[in-house]
T-cell receptor, first 113, second 113 residues
Framework: EADIYQTPRYLVIGTGKKITLECSQT?????MYWYQQDPGMELHLIHY???????EKGDLSSESTVSRIRTEHFPLTLESARPSHTSQYLC????????????FGSGTRLTVV | AQKVTQAQTEISVVEKEDVTLDCVYE???????LFWYKQPPSGELVFLIR??????QNEISGRYSWNFQKSTSSFNFTITASQVVDSAVYFC??????????FGSGTRLQVQP
């Protein structure tokens, strides 16, 4: 059973809409991440957080924003969706120790029409 | 700077053939961790193996084996007697504790029946 949950699994939305992709984990991990990935392609880090009230932008420029008000919750928001945002968004978490790999959610496949 | 290179974009084999997926990494850190993930068509990332920089022992798990060589900065993955269910995109990744996991661009493996 997954310990990190992403909702929705699939989303089709019109241009200009505001959307929030949800990510929650039950493992008490301090670190959480958002990656953007076109199908079968490279994963690009767009946001990460090392704990509550800590958020940083990743390597890939993104028009999205994130928040980390609770340890278990790391939502990603697009204020105004565009077709260029069509992609898969993967959320992950990890403990503080770097020798652990990440636990990934099942992803949200977003299509902006 | 850290970087992971997977030079093979796509590999196609016939069932029961052995196949090796290459991974070359770059880092200045002396302590780091290497990972392999599998991404089937459903899109989730499945953790396969973690290896730390001080442990160069090869590892075998069923039909999977991994060859880690610090001298060539490589962490190659071999599937013996491939099966159709092995068809997926495979990602090599590096964790130095700085920011987040760095992924290679992935190798798409197609196993034909």
């Amino acid at each position: 059973e997954a310990d990190i949950y992403q909702t929705p699994r699939y989303l089709v939305i019109g241009t200009g809409k505001k959307i929030t992709l949800e990510c929650s984990q039950t493992m008490g991990h301090d670190k959480m991440y958002w990656y953007q990935q076109d199908p079968g392609m490279e994963l690009h880090l767009i946001h990460y957080s090392y704990g509550v009230n800590s958020t940083e932008k990743g390597d890939l420029s993104s028009e999205s924003t994130v928040s980390r008000i609770r340890t278990e919750h790391f939502p990603l928001t697009l204020e105004s969706a565009r077709p260029s945002h069509t992609s898969q968004y993967l959320c992950a978490s990890s403990p503080a120790e770097k020798d652990y790999g990440y636990t990934f959610g099942s992803g949200t496949r977003l299509t902006v029409v | 700077a850290q970087k992971v290179t997977q030079a093979q974009t796509e590999i196609s084999v016939v069932e029961k053939e052995d196949v090796t997926l290459d991974c070359v990494y770059e880092t200045r850190d002396t302590t780091y961790y290497l990972f392999w993930y599998k991404q089937p068509p459903s899109g989730e990332l499945v953790f396969l193996i973690r290896r730390n920089s001080f442990d160069e022992q090869n590892e075998i798990s069923g039909r999977y084996s991994w060859n880690f060589q610090k001298s060539t900065s490589s962490f190659n993955f071999t599937i013996t007697a491939s099966q159709v269910v092995d068809s997926a995109v495979y990602f090599c990744a590096l964790n130095t504790g700085r920011r987040a996991l760095t992924f290679g661009s992935g190798t798409r493996l197609q196993v034909q029946p």
